[in-house]
């Protein structure tokens, strides 16, 4: 991926080599560019209502609802960021629920409402394993409570994740296969229709792959806590990829403009979740960098509006 490098400062830290490689600004061949710096200015109504899930003060979301008496279908929407909480000398906006709330104000136009979560990440007390799965658990199921007086449809209720939150989203979908034994069970999870992953490979083991290259460091290492190898129950329970078949329509986008080595990624998982009965589509978003994906003001939003949907099986 094509970039313009900025004066970041010492390009030998980890971090503020990912600030390079990923999340300054991507130029397109075509011209196009999507640049989180710019994507977090976009102008967007205010969200109806701002509701904590649980104590912590990164335990929230924004809670945005269509025009309209309902019942609306609603979208839970799991931003990206390496899984960790910052990025070299990137303002901490770029790695947080609100690089996505374009996408929020977008659904919303659309007939949807959304659910924009916020949770610990690397970085963060209490972030990692298993507390970032904890939370976006816990920010899901209060949805059974939020239904009845914002007029929520849980039965037209899909997960939406981009880049690393599009791992998560998978994962979310995929709970219900979890062990008893597991830290991450719930009893009754809310059950999803689908769920979209945006330029997210879903596999968190295959992952390791790319981490320094893309994400600077070994952030999927430090995230779970150790290897493979030192903690297997933990990548089989903390990915999609462990728990096929999951059950559930999953629509996986993948942007064009990126190398073989992360489209691999994308391949291997819709492959053997393919293999192993689940219905997943890959379709691509064409002279696509990884935010365009985020941006609906970018030809790449009918993609990503066209699988949503698709899962929700509105106009």
């Given at each position: 991926?094509?970039?313009?490098?900025l004066?970041?400062?010492?390009r030998?830290?980890?971090?503020?080599?990912?600030a390079?490689?990923?999340?300054?600004p991507?130029?397109?061949?075509n011209?196009?560019?999507?640049?989180?710096?710019e994507?977090?200015k976009?102008?967007t109504?205010?969200?109806?209502?701002?509701i904590?899930?649980?104590?912590?003060?990164?335990?929230f979301g924004?809670?945005r609802?269509?025009?309209?008496?309902g019942?609306f279908p609603?979208?839970?929407?799991?931003?990206?960021?390496?899984?960790?909480?910052?990025?070299?000398?990137l303002?901490e906006?770029v790695?947080?629920?609100e690089?996505?709330?374009?996408?929020?104000?977008a659904?919303?136009?659309?007939?949807i409402?959304?659910?924009?979560?916020?949770?610990?990440?690397?970085?963060?007390t209490?972030?990692?394993?298993?507390?970032?799965?904890?939370?976006?658990?816990?920010?899901?199921?209060?949805?059974r409570?939020l239904?009845?007086?914002?007029h929520?449809?849980?039965k037209?209720?899909?997960a939406?994740?981009?880049?690393s939150?599009?791992?998560?989203?998978?994962?979310?979908?995929?709970r219900?296969?979890?062990?008893?034994?597991s830290?991450?069970?719930?009893?009754?999870?809310?059950?999803?229709k689908?769920?979209v992953?945006i330029?997210?490979?879903?596999?968190?083991?295959?992952?390791?792959?790319?981490?320094k290259?893309?994400?600077?460091?070994a952030?999927?290492t430090?995230f779970?806590?150790?290897?493979?190898?030192?903690?297997?129950n933990?990548?089989?329970?903390?990915?999609a990829?462990g728990l096929?078949?999951?059950?559930?329509?999953?629509?996986?986008?993948l942007?064009s403009?990126?190398?073989?080595?992360w489209?691999?990624?994308?391949?291997?998982?819709?492959?053997?979740?393919?293999?192993?009965?689940?219905?997943?589509?890959?379709?691509?978003?064409?002279g696509?960098?990884h935010?365009?994906g985020?941006n609906?003001?970018?030809?790449a939003?009918?993609?990503v509006?066209?699988s949503?949907q698709?899962?929700?099986?509105?106009?």
């Amino acid at each position: 991926m094509p970039s313009i490098s900025l004066p970041i400062g010492d390009r030998n830290s980890a971090y503020q080599r990912l600030a390079t490689l990923l999340l300054l600004p991507i130029v397109l061949l075509n011209g196009q560019t999507t640049n989180p710096l710019e994507l977090i200015k976009q102008p967007t109504p205010p969200a109806n209502e701002r509701i904590a899930y649980d104590k912590e003060p990164l335990q929230f979301g924004e809670l945005r609802l269509p025009d309209g008496a309902g019942p609306f279908p609603i979208a839970i929407l799991i931003h990206g960021g390496c899984w960790s909480a910052k990025l070299g000398n990137l303002p901490e906006s770029v790695t947080s629920f609100e690089l996505l709330r374009p996408v929020a104000a977008a659904l919303a136009k659309g007939g949807i409402a959304s659910w924009n979560i916020e949770y610990r990440r690397l970085g963060n007390t209490g972030g990692g394993w298993p507390g970032t799965y904890q939370d976006i658990s816990r920010a899901t199921d209060l949805l059974r409570e939020l239904a009845p007086r914002y007029h929520l449809d849980l039965k037209q209720t899909i997960a939406i994740g981009h880049s690393s939150g599009g791992q998560l989203a998978f994962w979310l979908a995929a709970r219900g296969k979890l062990p008893k034994s597991s830290l991450l069970y719930t009893n009754s999870p809310l059950p999803l229709k689908g769920a979209v992953s945006i330029d997210g490979p879903p596999d968190l083991e295959a992952d390791r792959a790319i981490e320094k290259s893309v994400c600077g460091g070994a952030v999927v290492t430090q995230f779970i806590g150790g290897t493979p190898a030192e903690f297997p129950n933990r990548y089989r329970e903390g990915s999609a990829s462990g728990l096929l078949p999951i059950g559930v329509r999953q629509e996986l986008l993948l942007a064009s403009k990126h190398g073989e080595e992360w489209i691999a990624l994308f391949k291997e998982y819709a492959a053997a979740a393919g293999k192993a009965g689940d219905s997943v589509r890959m379709p691509t978003m064409e002279g696509a960098g990884h935010f365009d994906g985020i941006n609906p003001q970018a030809p790449a939003w009918e993609t990503v509006m066209a699988s949503v949907q698709s899962l929700l099986s509105v106009p």
